[in-house]
């Protein structure tokens, strides 16, 4: 089962595959047995240097002198593959990242419609015509930065190459990709994908490698002309002043500690399945998981005790088993995601509920029992920390006031989610709520390629998703015409 159909261990440069420049590879371990699943490039600074002028070779070549509406057919052919394909990517990502499948399929999906959707959009994004002085005619037009850097991490690599790449590539830039060392087999399929589909050489180039080796290069790379980081707080400040030095603008997407806001008039019926739901889909380990449930107080004993036993139910299993929670991504996570779990333990909180690891699971995978946390105080590190763990606290309040001073009470600010009945205060809320997105009566609508994402605060700036992240991929020029 652990059969991949392609070379792992090569770099995309410039259209071709080729070793990586050290001549090393890393290991690629399968989160739901430990097994070593492929060995890929350790790409290094050589490696991306070359990527770099390949994608500058490209701009100045077959790609640059595209037409938007002929960018736009590439990306539509693209997502087209990637749909036809999306069980094989699908399994790829179940291997490699420990992911359910149908999570995996959900993400495959998601990826050809990033690309159906910035396809689309590549020859609808228009400059404007400026009414200045006399005698002049003045308009602005929108162009590509040039060579683009996109380091991505392990948790949803298709998603963020199709929300990143996507919208990079229909803006006419020619992209950079270091895929996270921990799971970086769909980008190099997404690169095959590519090629297959007559990309040209140089547009879209991927070097997998360590974060500190290919990923430091690559920030800092003066042909990188605009970057876009999906990680930990830490590592997007380090890309941050590497841009900075650069003056070249970053796109930081930092993940979060996301509140659900549950009101005592909401539906909890229609709430119960999203509450859960987001704070276990891939093991916790989303940037917009919702770690945190805020419940007013009439209604927390209730909305408690129906979590509690939706947890004790959930199946626990290897990626391929299809369970609705699979393992880590890696042992360092799980020594992580178990330290958090002791923190709950010698703080004296209460387990509502954890579901059980069955003593059939793969010895060497990388499990932790998914554990819901009872009545966490808000300033508990329980409640302020990112854990990216299948750990969600629960957490009560009395009034709006409260509950705003929670949700907005930790670093973060990345999307939150409302419910309740009383329409004027979803509207305080979603005006009141520190964060990039608000969702009422639902949580995460679905993944919302159309909706702009990102998030303030340490959850980062700068958005992507929807039609705005046409406008962060592009610089925008003005041409001033004195005619008289
Ligand atoms: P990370 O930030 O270390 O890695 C993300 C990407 O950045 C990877 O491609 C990595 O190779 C690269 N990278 C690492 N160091 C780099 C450097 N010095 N210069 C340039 N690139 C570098 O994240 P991680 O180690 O995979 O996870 C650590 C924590 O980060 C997680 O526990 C979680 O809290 C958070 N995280 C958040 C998201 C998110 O979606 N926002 C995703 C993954 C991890």
């Not at 430990?34 to 890929?40: E, H, K, N, T, V």
């Not at 399994?91 to 995996?104: C, I, N, S, W």
């Not at 991927?206 to 980081?229: C, D, K, M, Q, Y």
């Not at 957490?395 to 989610?417: R, Y």
């Amino acid at each position: 089962m652990n059969r991949i159909s392609f070379d792992t261990t090569s770099v995309f440069v410039g259209g071709r595959w080729r070793p990586g420049a050290s001549g090393e590879t890393l290991p690629l371990l399968n989160p739901s047995d430990g097994s070593l699943l492929a060995q890929i490039a350790r790409g290094n600074a050589a490696d991306v240097d070359a990527a770099v002028h390949a994608a500058e070779a490209a701009l100045a070549g077959d790609w640059g002198r595209l037409s938007a509406a002929e960018r736009g057919r590439l990306l539509l052919k693209m997502s087209a593959r990637v749909a036809a394909q999306a069980e094989e990517l699908a399994r790829l990502e179940a291997l490699d990242v420990g992911k359910p499948l149908r999570q995996g399929r959900a993400d495959a999906l998601a990826l050809a419609r990033y690309l159906e959707f910035y396809g689309g959009a590549a020859d609808k994004l228009m400059g404007e015509t400026i009414p200045f002085a006399n005698g002049y005619t003045a308009f602005t037009l929108r162009e590509p930065h040039g060579v683009t850097a996109h380091i991505v991490p392990w948790n949803y690599p298709m998603q963020i190459i199709g929300r990143s790449v996507g919208a990079a590539l229909a803006m006419g830039n020619a992209c950079v990709l270091k895929p996270a060392e921990e799971a970086c087999l769909t980008a190099l399929a997404f690169a095959r994908i590519a090629g297959e589909s007559g990309l040209p050489a140089g547009a879209l180039n991927v070097v997998p490698g360590l974060g500190e080796e290919a990923g430091a290069a690559l920030a800092s790379h003066p042909g990188v002309r605009h970057v876009s980081f999906t990680g930990s707080v830490a590592v997007g400040a380090l890309i941050q002043a590497a841009a900075a030095r650069n003056a070249v603008p970053v796109t930081l997407e930092l993940g979060g500690k996301s509140p659900q806001v549950v009101f005592a008039d909401a539906d909890l019926d229609a709430a119960l399945p999203f509450l859960v739901n987001a704070g276990i889909q891939n093991a916790g380990q989303t940037c917009s998981a919702a770690s945190r449930i805020l419940v007013e107080r009439p209604v927390f004993d209730a909305v408690l005790a129906r979590m509690a036993e939706r947890y004790r139910a959930l199946t626990v299993g290897p990626a391929l088993d299809d369970p609705e929670v699979g393992p880590l991504i890696s042992a360092r996570q799980r020594e992580i995601v178990q330290g958090y779990l002791e923190l709950v333990r010698d703080s004296g909180l209460t387990v509502a509920a954890q579901a059980a690891l069955a003593s059939t699971l793969p010895a060497g995978g990388f499990y932790v029992p998914p554990t819901l946390v009872a009545a966490v105080p808000g300033e508990h590190r329980i409640a302020q920390e990112e854990i990216f763990g299948p750990v969600q606290a629960v957490i009560p309040f009395d009034g709006e006031a409260e509950a705003l001073a929670l949700a907005n009470g930790t670093p973060f600010g990345l999307v939150a989610g409302v419910w309740t009945r009383d329409g004027s205060r979803a509207l305080r809320m979603a005006r009141r709520l520190q964060c990039g997105q608000v969702f009422i009566n639902n949580y995460g609508a679905g993944g919302g390629i159309e909706l702009p994402f990102g998030g303030v605060k340490h959850s980062g700036h700068g958005r992507e998703k929807g039609f705005e992240a046409l406008y962060g991929f592009s610089t925008l020029k003005t041409v001033a015409i004195q005619h008289g």
